[in-house]
């Protein structure tokens, strides 16, 4: 769950005299942290993710109006797609070309040969997707949005392994340098996190605007990156009780 910032080694649960401390084994770090700091840590970055209700409200509405104009709005996806693997293609005729010209050394040829080779397999990921499930990026917006709604919530409230779950889906690096936790937070929840909302003690005032941008940054975003969780597994930490966690204290030590 935690990773050491100096030898990138996991960082091991241990208790002591009613503590639980995350440390690092290797013999030249000194990296060792209360498990109360890496939960304070983690509650402040999930603070800015939390949607206020009218915010929620705008944006599952915006979303029931793009469901209706997907058919049209996925068709010119698959379109820009396309035109990118007929882009890639010329590109790597053209690097064909520079390397029997002898314009261009073979190892840098067969680097970049593979640099494009990954982008079009990456673009013809999208495009599968797409096709095999047209509708499964909206649901996985609609999911994470589900997510974002309560996350601080689902967070206070939630027991050991579904606050662990809840940390893995919403944070994409979790490690600590000496006694310094560093949560960064998941595209996709950074996105929610920097929106411009305005708050000023009273009800959130929130932009339609900036909400847009946002839910088409959030589109995009899981047209090109299936997402890390499964529907499963947000439900279950929606609305569900996983019986493997019943019993354990709070916290996030596994």
């Given at each position: 769950?935690?990773?050491?910032?100096?030898?990138?080694?996991?960082?091991?649960?241990?208790?002591?005299?009613?503590?639980?401390?995350?440390?690092?084994?290797?013999e030249t770090c000194a990296t060792s942290v209360r498990e109360e700091a890496v939960d304070l840590a983690l509650r402040e970055q999930l603070k800015p993710v939390t949607l206020h209700p009218d915010e929620l409200t705008y944006l599952e509405g915006r979303l029931r109006s793009i469901r209706t104009e997907w058919?049209?709005?996925?068709?010119?996806?698959?379109?820009?797609?396309?035109?990118?693997?007929?882009?890639?293609?010329?590109?790597?005729?053209?690097?064909?070309?520079?390397?029997?010209?002898?314009?261009?050394?073979?190892?840098?040829?067969?680097?970049?040969?593979?640099?494009?080779?990954?982008?079009?397999?990456?673009?013809?990921?999208?495009?599968?997707?797409?096709?095999?499930?047209?509708?499964?990026?909206?649901?996985?917006?609609?999911?994470?949005?589900?997510?974002?709604?309560?996350?601080?919530?689902?967070?206070?409230?939630?027991?050991?392994?579904?606050?662990?779950?809840?940390?893995?889906?919403?944070?994409?690096?979790?490690?600590?340098?000496?006694?310094?936790?560093?949560?960064?937070?998941?595209?996709?929840?950074?996105?929610?996190?920097?929106?411009?909302?305005?708050?000023?003690?009273?009800?959130?005032?929130?932009?339609?605007?900036?909400?847009?941008?946002?839910?088409?940054?959030?589109?995009?975003?899981?047209?090109?990156?299936?997402?890390?969780?499964?529907?499963?597994?947000?439900?279950?930490?929606?609305?569900?009780?996983?019986?493997?966690?019943?019993?354990?204290?709070?916290?996030?030590?596994?």
């Amino acid at each position: 769950f935690l990773k050491c910032r100096k030898c990138h080694s996991s960082l091991i649960g241990e208790s002591r005299k009613g503590h639980t401390y995350y440390r690092c084994h290797t013999e030249t770090c000194a990296t060792s942290v209360r498990e109360e700091a890496v939960d304070l840590a983690l509650r402040e970055q999930l603070k800015p993710v939390t949607l206020h209700p009218d915010e929620l409200t705008y944006l599952e509405g915006r979303l029931r109006s793009i469901r209706t104009e997907w058919f049209e709005r996925r068709n010119l996806l698959l379109q820009n797609l396309r035109l990118q693997i007929a882009e890639l293609g010329k590109r790597l005729s053209r690097l064909t070309d520079a390397l029997l010209d002898g314009t261009i050394e073979k190892d840098l040829f067969t680097e970049k040969k593979n640099s494009l080779i990954l982008d079009r397999r990456g673009v013809e990921d999208q495009i599968n997707r797409l096709e095999r499930n047209p509708d499964a990026v909206l649901q996985e917006v609609q999911e994470f949005l589900g997510l974002a709604r309560d996350a601080y919530f689902l967070y206070e409230s939630a027991l050991s392994e579904r606050r662990r779950q809840l940390a893995l889906l919403l944070t994409s690096d979790r490690s600590v340098d000496g006694k310094c936790v560093v949560f960064t937070l998941a595209p996709a929840a950074a996105e929610l996190a920097n929106r411009q909302a305005v708050s000023s003690g009273g009800p959130s005032r929130y932009r339609p605007r900036t909400l847009d941008r946002l839910l088409d940054k959030l589109i995009d975003w899981f047209t090109r990156n299936p997402p890390t969780w499964s529907a499963d597994s947000a439900k279950v930490l929606l609305h569900g009780t996983d019986p493997n966690t019943e019993g354990k204290r709070e916290g996030l030590a596994a």
